[in-house]
């Protein structure tokens, strides 16, 4: 069965640092691509980073980077020069291709998510 | 990025009455829409998948008599939660995919409903 974890309820962080947030994930399917969102208290789903299952190289976009350890199941997003605005909850998710383990293509699974709370 | 809009954003119905949420794609035809259940500081739940013209298949522990879906058209789907309760109260939100779409691709999601019974 597919399952997605986040263990860290809550992090914080002071203004300008680095932080990680941790994502392990268990499937026995060769495909599969993972997500990070993140959710602020208004409530919407903002996209943040992709990396798939096949990808050689870690995702990056911008501040965000994804430390993508294929053989250790885990989807780490860091996130540089942590900034007041970045204070929100974080959502790792999977999403399958078709039919692989039952599940529908464009379904995503999520983790259960950290709130991150950025201090000046 | 592809556009979803979904409505009302907030609402406060009383008990034993039925809320509508609607979701709409406003510049792509969104051949399959998700609809998700997020209780405070929770993870989002699935709770069915709508293919255009065709029924919605529904998660296991999601009553299809109370949470009525129907995604009739390539733009719309909605929501009907039936007879609602306070224990239905959460924020409900819905993605949408467009046919074709590669693994890559991120969902788009509406800005989600929050409902209160009362």
């Known amino acids: 069965a597919q399952k997605i974890t986040q263990t860290q309820p809550g992090m914080f962080v002071q203004e300008k640092e680095a932080v990680t947030l941790d994502c392990t994930y268990d499937t026995s399917d060769p495909s599969y691509g993972l997500f990070w969102y993140k959710q602020p208290s208004s409530g919407e789903m903002i996209f943040l980073i992709y990396?798939?299952?096949?990808?050689?190289q870690n995702a990056t976009e911008g501040r965000y980077s994804l430390n993508f350890q294929k053989a250790r199941k885990s989807a780490n997003l860091v996130i540089s020069a942590s900034q007041l605005g970045d204070s929100a909850m974080y959502f790792c998710a999977m999403k399958f291709p078709h039919n692989a383990g039952g599940t529908s293509y464009g379904k995503l699974t999520f983790g259960q998510g950290t709130i991150l709370t950025v201090h000046p | 990025g592809a556009v979803v809009s979904q409505h009302p954003s907030w609402v406060i119905c009383k008990s034993g009455t039925s809320v509508k949420i609607e979701c709409r794609s406003l510049d792509f035809q969104a051949t399959t829409m998700f609809w998700y259940r997020q209780f405070p500081k929770q993870s989002l739940m699935l709770m069915a998948t709508s293919n255009e013209g065709s029924k919605a298949t529904y998660e296991q522990g999601v009553e299809k008599d109370k949470f009525l879906i129907n995604h009739a058209s390539l733009t719309l789907s909605t929501l009907t939660v039936t007879s609602a309760h306070p224990e239905d109260s959460s924020f409900y939100i819905c993605?949408?995919?467009?046919?074709?779409?590669?693994?890559?691709?991120?969902?788009?999601f509406g800005q989600g409903t929050r409902l209160t019974v009362v």
């Open positions: 993605s949408a995919r467009e046919g074709g779409q590669s693994m890559n691709t991120e969902a788009f």
């Open positions: 990396q798939g299952s096949y990808d050689q």
